[in-house]
């Protein structure tokens, strides 16, 4: 079977001198239910943010 979502560009070229970070940002304010919803938005963001916003 063929993965035809399998991406064969390199990561990374020593040619290329700009940035490609991404980030993603968010909040949530007076919601009673602010640390759930901030926990399905970092799983949302799917980088780990979970530990290092101290939710684990």
Do not use: N
């Amino acid at each position: 079977m063929t993965d035809i979502f399998r991406d064969e560009t390199p990561l990374m070229s020593l040619d290329d001198d700009t940035l490609h970070e991404e980030c993603g940002v968010f909040g949530i304010l007076g919601h009673p239910d602010a640390a759930t919803l901030t926990a399905l938005g970092l799983h949302a963001l799917q980088h780990r943010g979970q530990e290092a916003a101290g939710i684990v």
